[in-house]
């Protein structure tokens, strides 16, 4: 008799995106891999990093033994539905999260302040260069 496997989009994949509740897609299987985050020997952070997206790159590019392939299949809970798209929309309001702009615009400012932090040093270099020559 043949098994039935669940399958999950990327998008709902996605939203298992905490230490409490994660899941991961690699070679296109859906991991509930929740109850393994503070076994993992690279920390649970790693794991998270992958969250939303196809993990199967940096899997691999971990190096991960035989033995951790055959524990990962034991967290496989499903396939992943191909037929959907892959890149889950873009959520722009959290609905935990309250409106303050003010707190989101300086968290902006403090992460890009050297882009015009340059275009001001730029500017002024070639100010004085440009008086020099005349």
């Known amino acids: 008799m043949p098994t039935i496997t669940k399958m999950y989009s990327m998008q709902e994949a996605s939203q298992h995106n905490t230490k409490e509740d994660c899941w991961i897609v690699i070679d296109g299987k859906v991991y509930d891999v929740s109850s393994y985050m503070d076994e993992h020997p690279g920390g649970d952070d790693v794991i998270l990093e992958t969250t939303g997206k196809d993990a199967t790159d940096e899997f691999e590019d971990a190096g991960h033994s035989e033995e951790a392939k055959e524990l990962l299949r034991t967290f496989c809970i499903g396939e ?55």
């Open 80 to 134: 992943l539905d191909t037929s959907s798209p892959a890149i889950p929309e873009l959520e722009i309001f959290s609905k935990n999260e309250g409106t303050d702009y003010s707190q989101k615009l300086v968290a902006l400012t403090k992460q890009y302040w050297a882009v015009p932090v340059a275009v001001a040093c730029i500017s002024v270099i070639v100010g004085f260069l440009y008086l020099r020559k005349k």
